[in-house]
């Protein structure tokens, strides 16, 4: 069934949420944050494979980017410790610039691939930098406590 | 009761669940007991005072007057220190909001399969390997979340901690990922703000002794027979707080793995986040990233969000039954339910009947089948019910 949304806005206004889905913290290289690339199975009729695994990819590389301990981060560390910290006061850390850049690289996704598909995209850090919520939404005008229903049900039967 | 719309803005910290006091409209996050803190402060600017009025004049005319800026520039940076560790937000994770929390139980019902009835279903523990370790994940019945390796619930301010070191009581807060380097670089400066004091004061005991007498400095300046006491038995607690959280840091360790024996080397178990380096291990602790906050002490909370907690409040108050067998909304993490009933919530059907028969009388019958997926507290779970009985 292909529902067809223009644009984040008439999604969130015609549609309602039929289900979540939750993308898991990868820890196998340690505590550095990283989300499993693994395809869910609730989303194999709704997106491609490889469009999703390119969203997740990306983001790994903008989390691996602001944790990198390097010359940079030193540099950042001595001259923070330096000032006692009060540097904070007036400078971003670099952390934060790269969480701005992955917020803005979100919202420009779900404009332009996940609404389109009827999916939302929900930044990690407003969920503990936890889990990647993938908000799956059902058009109001069909079936959706069905189509619902029949999702929640296929997410048990893994 | 009629439900009031709250009209004035709300900001997140007002609603975040855990046992924190918030000031400075969310700026600053603390525990509830600050009993301690104070004390620290009053300790530390109180010789510092002392040293001042007593000591600097003489050092800064007989010596250099080095001495007591120098001591300045040391207790501002101390401080500083205490005060970032306090105030910050240790890293604390936020509890799973309703849907993730169901998604959990499912994924954890479907692994379980079906459990024959009378039996207990397995620990909740999810298995990671991490640089060829095998690491367990533990599930935090209070935050419905699988911990991240190296995290721990902290009982005292009822939140699960990223990196958790421990809770202390003297900076009045938890010490986790976000504050840690702040409070090693506290008692660092401290102990050595601590070693400076005690030496001055000899310096200056004997210096004025020498043209005045013993007894007779004692007389002039009383405040260093204080500042001596403090600084003694300070530089031993202190000096060796230090010293240990250095050998924490060369070996990438927590106090709380270190407490534990996770990574003692009894089975060939090894700590998976060392690099085996020491210069790499305190670079990386102290010269890491600054992580950010992940909980939005000061955004402002949705407005629907405001009114769903004003309409519920009266139908909780409307059911005869005891909160402490409400089952029909057992996820919701930020309502702040008293306290005697927040355990409850989760372990409703076998504690209700053993332990809390005063309060409440006896139901009869038991409460509706809850739709949701049924709750796990720790008695339903073998593994935490065997080391619960060990420890009685």
Redesign the interface.
């Known amino acids: 069934m292909a529902t067809e949304f223009h644009n984040l806005q008439e999604l969130r206004r015609s549609a309602s949420l039929a289900n979540?889905?939750?993308i898991q913290?990868d820890?196998?290289?340690?505590?550095a944050c990283r989300f499993q690339t693994k395809f869910p199975s609730e989303l194999e009729s709704r997106i491609e494979r490889t469009l999703f695994e390119d969203t997740v990819k990306t983001l790994n590389t903008f989390y691996a980017e602001?944790?990198?301990?390097g010359g940079q981060?030193?540099l950042?560390?001595?001259l923070?410790?330096a000032t006692?910290?009060?540097i904070?006061l007036c400078m971003e850390?670099?952390?934060?610039k790269v969480?701005k850049k992955i917020a803005k690289y979100i919202q420009e996704q779900n404009e332009k691939i996940y609404a389109p598909r009827g999916l939302l995209i929900t930044d990690p850090?407003?969920?503990?930098?936890?889990?990647i919520?993938v908000s799956i939404y059902e058009d109001r005008g069909s079936s959706g406590s069905s189509s619902g229903s029949s999702s929640v049900s296929g997410?048990?039967?893994? | 009761m009629s439900a009031v719309m709250i009209t004035r803005k709300v900001r997140k910290w007002e609603r975040l669940p855990g046992k924190n006091t918030f000031c400075c409209d969310g700026r600053v996050m603390m525990a509830r007991q600050k009993g301690v803190f104070y004390l620290t402060m009053f300790l530390i600017m109180g010789t510092c005072s002392l040293f001042f009025a007593f000591e600097c004049p003489y050092l800064a005319v007989h010596l250099s007057p080095a001495i007591p800026v120098f001591a300045v520039l040391l207790f501002l940076f101390v401080m500083a220190m205490l005060l970032r560790t306090s105030f910050s937000d240790p890293g604390v994770l936020p509890r799973a909001l309703p849907e993730e929390a169901a998604f959990i139980e499912m994924e954890i019902e479907a692994a379980n399969g079906n459990v024959p009835a009378g039996q207990r279903p397995p620990p909740r523990i999810r298995n990671v390997q991490i640089n060829n370790q095998i690491v367990k994940l533990k599930y935090c019945y209070t935050c419905k979340i699988f911990r991240p390796p190296r995290a721990s619930h902290c009982s005292i301010c009822d939140n699960c901690v990223d990196r958790f070191d421990h809770h202390c009581p003297w900076v009045g807060n938890c010490v986790g990922k976000r504050n840690y380097r702040y409070f090693y670089l506290f008692t660092l400066s401290l102990s050595l703000l601590t070693i400076y004091i005690f030496a001055f004061d000899i310096v200056h005991v004997v210096m004025r002794s020498v043209d005045k007498g013993f007894l007779n400095t004692l007389q002039e300046t009383p405040g260093t027979v204080l500042e001596v006491l403090v600084c003694f038995f300070t530089l031993w607690s202190v000096v060796g707080l230090t010293g240990f959280h250095t050998y924490l840091i060369s070996l990438n360790q927590t106090t709380n793995e270190d407490i534990k024996g996770s990574w003692s080397g009894k089975n060939r178990v090894q700590n998976p986040y060392s690099h085996k380096n020491i210069i790499k291990n305190c670079c990386e602790v102290l010269c890491g990233p600054a992580y950010p906050s992940v909980l939005d002490r000061r955004g402002l909370m949705p407005e629907d969000s405001s009114s769903a907690l004003t309409s519920f409040a009266p139908s909780s108050t409307s059911i005869p039954a005891p909160q402490t067998t409400k089952t029909t909304a057992p996820l919701i993490p930020n309502e702040h339910t008293p306290d005697d009933a927040k355990p409850n919530i989760a372990a409703s059907a076998e504690k209700t009947s053993s332990h809390k028969a005063k309060s409440p009388p006896p139901k009869e019958e038991q409460p509706p089948l809850p739709t949701v997926p049924p709750l796990a507290s720790p008695e339903t779970d073998a593994e935490t019910s065997i080391s619960k009985d060990k420890m009685y």
């Open positions: 979540k889905v939750f913290r820890y196998s290289e340690g505590t602001a944790e990198k301990i981060s030193y950042e560390g001595c923070a410790c006692a910290y009060l904070f850390t670099r952390y934060e969480l850090i407003e969920r503990g930098m936890r889990v919520e997410s048990t039967a893994r």
